[in-house]
């Protein structure tokens, strides 16, 4: 094969390779693509040392290695920022699902946990949704924060009937306060 052909043939696995990234951010491919990935660097090594003499021929395949580096930042970013759980089509996909967003704690609670053990569980399952560390949370500090509020709260409802939620923005679970509606 020539140097023309090994040029078109690189071009092509490029492409196929950004499509596969791709499909893989989107969920419909299960692994990263990283043979294919391998492949296409091995094209791209193949003539690093050699001089094309062929201006039009150097020209591309000088421009397809770097769109080639300018896509492996990219799709690296994006993994980054996938595997850390805030990569906005993850945060899509699980608000779709119903973990992430407005959510809020429903009203009924099980008369043997207090309130203060209902939303620690509730904000330890939505971390633990977010793909955040769970270790260092604590009834107490959640129970310690909320007192530590209250009456910045009260003065801000003017009521001490307050209810608490876990809601998640950002990817970031947060435990916020409104007035409780009396029927």
Known sequence: MGIHEDIAQFEQ???????KYEQYFLGLEKREPVRLLEYVERLARKYANVKIVNTMLNFKYTSLVARLNSYKQ???????LMEE???????????RQGLAGEKTAPESQPPSKSDADELFQRFVDARKACNL???TITREMIA?????QKPAIIARYGTDQVEFRVV????????KARSRRTP
């Open 144 to 148: 310690a924060a909320i007192e530590k």
């Open 74 to 80: 990219y799709w690296g970013r994006i993994v980054r």
């Open 133 to 135: 560390p769970v270790e």
């Open 13 to 19: 696995s490029l492409n196929e390779l950004i499509i």
């Open 168 to 175: 998640v923005e950002n990817g970031v679970p947060k435990i």
């Open 85 to 95: 759980g805030k990569y906005s089509r993850d945060r899509f996909r699980m608000a």
